[in-house]
């Protein structure tokens, strides 16, 4: 699951190393609408619908946490 969400978000975002860091959105590496479209993209991907309350940034700082966050849902 880890490298398929990593092959999501590198294929729409290559300008972003998402290995390098497990503080994207805390290191202002990613903006909320780029969140926006990284929601978009995996719940299109992974056929899932991601809860608003669920919608934070900790869920979002690093692969392994939107790992977590898509593997609640699936």
């Known amino acids: ?3 398929k ?4 978000l590198t294929e729409n975002y290559p300008e972003i190393d998402f290995e390098s860091s497990t503080e994207l959105v805390d290191d202002g590496i990613l903006d ?3 969140m926006v479209g990284i929601i978009s993209a995996l719940s299109m991907e992974f056929g899932v619908v991601l809860p608003y ?3 934070v940034p900790e869920n ?3 692969i392994d946490a939107m790992v977590e966050l ?4 699936m």
């Open 53 to 55: 309350e669920d919608i």
């Open 60 to 62: 979002f700082n690093s």
């Open 32 to 34: 909320s609408l780029t």
């Open 5 to 8: 969400v990593k092959q999501v």
């Open 1 to 3: 699951m880890r490298e």
């Open 70 to 73: 898509l593997e609640r849902f």
